[in-house]
């Protein structure tokens, strides 16, 4: 047992200077000082205790430990290699605890994972590098792997974009696409103060519950993707011109015909539909662009 308080600033400089590193902020680093956070993050994770915990970005360990005491296994990938021989240090006791010195974005989380989890059910669980949230988030999601959750850590601007309902400011391109692969949900939002060095943001704690198979068929999805893109792209056109160029072997009006049969309004914008409604537009639209000749 490490009896050693990784959330207390002065633990935090003493193994920097141990170690001679010093805080990376091209890495996003920030680490939490409170030690009640990483211990709720943790334990709000996930439900199933047998579960392998895919950690991003360890830091210097305090929520690896939380996630060790209480899942079956932790693989903790930490891009920075002069915090291995600090985690080697502060995770020594921990036997279930797999460190991989590795860059998330340059990863094979499938062979990773299959690797390490074997049958086991799995989720993420990380305080994220803000610098790249969404790059993670969308590898994660569209990595294939069947995780349970995804609890992350981010800033509150972007964890307001994920939860956001159709129709509301919030809400964007992103949303839409995250819907199609789980739905967000707010578990608590984590003031500056909480972290060593203080972000200039607000940090909001979300969890994502993936679904086991997709919400609703679609005929052609990297098209649905697109739509959803160039809705978006275009937030002040309306729908039917926002994705026009999408379909020029479409008039407008046939476009136009399609977004009302639909039960939208004519001049409906890309913000006011939902991931399903995107999928059943797609779908149509699929239709429409192959029966052309
Ligand atoms: N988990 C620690 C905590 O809560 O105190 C540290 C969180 S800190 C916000 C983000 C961590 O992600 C840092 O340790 C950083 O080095 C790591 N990181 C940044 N970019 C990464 C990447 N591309 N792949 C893996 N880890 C990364």
Known sequence: MILMDLCSPRTIRQLMEEYQIAFRKDYGQNFLINPAIPARIAESCCDERESVILEIGPGIGSLTR?????????????????LIPVLKKTLADCDNVILVNEDVMKTDLKLLLEKETGASPVSVCANLPYYI???????????????DYITVMIQTEVADRLCASAGSPEYGAITAVLNYYGTAKRLFAVSAGNFMPAPKVGSTVIRIECFKAPPFELKDASLFFEIIKSAFGQRRKTLSNAISHLFPMLTKAAIGEIITTLGHRPDVRGERLSSGDFAALSNALYLAKNSVK
């Not at 939380?66 to 002069?82: C, Q």
């Not at 590898?139 to 294939?144: A, F, P, R």
């Open 133 to 147: 949230t969404t790059p993670i988030l969308m590898k994660l999601l569209e990595s294939g792997i069947p995780f």
């Open 66 to 82: 939380e996630l060790a005491s209480r899942y079956k296994k932790v693989v903790a990938l930490e891009i920075d290699k002069g």
